[in-house]
């Protein structure tokens, strides 16, 4: 079994998008959350949007399941407030379940919070949680670090009384977090080349620094992306830490701490696969995301991440059954459960 940890509706049909721009527009004329209703979205179109495009691929590449969550940069959580982003995640949310509703051999749900810029996360964030977890058995969550879209002016992830309360609940609820940014308001940061990067990267630092884990030792979180800049400067980070008089990274965040495979290209793949441990290794493509092209270099779509893995000379059978299911299997506890 194949197990993508890393999808994103990116093919939803444009009447999605287009209410979050007439919500957007009619909140920037107000300056209240407008009470909009959401359009009607046909269990035929969400077949047409992903049968043609997230299924064709995962069948083409030999993918048996995706952990599908909504359209990260259009989470969009540094426009509009709390009140437009819980209408804008809960219609996401719900068209997630629709899809693993209908196609529940192929797609688990991850969901979208609705996270807003100067807001804590608390019991509106706390409510969908609950709802997507438990009426639609959701087995994920994607948790902005900056929902402030580029301005980082929130406080960082050991902040206690800020990000504590979501934590405690990701605990309870036995919910891995996959680290995602969304988009960017800053334009120094293009926001998939350069701010995805970035929150990946932060988050980690954060995480290395603090007591998180020691605070809350079940807690699971995948850096996607390959973790940002983490691999490509272990030894910076492995050093810090030691200067830092932190315990190793192995016993500092490892623990806790999973990387997805979403590189684009071999050497980064392999240069992945030798620097981390493969038990913290999770299969991912992403498809359709930021990259989307044929690598004119190889005639295969730079996305196509199971055929860098297959073909590493830095894993062997066991890591790569290990990278492509098991690993999965356990961070994603709830994939175990009846129903999944």
Not at 60 to 86: C, Y
Not at 200 to 213: G, N
Request: contains cysteine; negative net charge; charged residues 20%.
């Amino acid at each position: 079994m194949i197990i993508d940890c890393h999808g994103h509706f990116t093919t939803a049909p444009p009447q999605v998008p287009d209410f979050r721009k007439r919500q957007l527009a009619e909140f920037a004329r107000t300056g209240r959350a407008p009470d909009l209703a959401p359009p009607t979205v046909t269990d035929d179109e969400i077949r047409t949007a992903i049968s043609e495009n997230q299924l064709r691929r995962m069948r083409e590449r030999g993918i048996d399941l995706t952990i599908f969550s909504p359209k990260a940069v259009a989470m969009d959580h540094h426009q509009g407030n709390e009140d437009t982003n819980v209408a804008w995640a809960r219609f996401n949310n719900e068209l997630i379940h629709r899809v693993c509703r209908l196609f529940p051999e192929h797609f688990a749900g991850a969901c979208q919070l609705p996270q807003a810029p100067g807001v804590a996360p608390g019991a509106r964030v706390f409510e969908e949680l609950e709802r997507c977890v438990n009426d639609y058995g959701f087995v994920a969550a994607n948790v902005n670090p900056d929902p402030t879209g580029g301005r980082w002016s929130d406080p960082p992830l050991p902040d206690r009384r800020w990000w504590y309360p979501l934590f405690e609940k990701l605990a309870e609820l036995d919910l891995p977090a996959m680290i995602h940014v969304s988009g960017s308001c800053n334009p120094h940061f293009n926001a998939v080349a350069t701010h995805y990067i970035n929150g990946d990267t932060t988050a980690f630092v954060q995480f290395m620094t603090s007591d998180i884990f020691k605070d809350f030792p079940t807690l699971k979180f995948i850096i996607p992306h390959g973790g940002g800049a983490v691999p490509f400067h272990w030894g910076r980070y492995r050093g810090l830490a030691q200067d830092m008089g932190l315990p190793p990274l192995e016993e500092k965040v490892l623990g806790n701490v999973f990387f997805d495979t979403c590189v684009y290209h071999q050497a980064g793949i392999d240069l992945m696969l030798r620097v981390l441990p493969a038990a913290n290794v999770l299969f991912a493509s992403e498809t359709f995301g930021a990259v989307q092209g044929v690598d004119p270099r190889t005639q295969h779509h730079y996305d196509d991440t199971r055929r860098y893995i297959d073909a590493s000379p830095s894993t062997g059978p066991d890591e790569k059954a290990r990278i492509f299911s098991d690993n999965a299997l356990g961070v994603y506890r709830r994939l175990r459960l009846p129903g999944h």
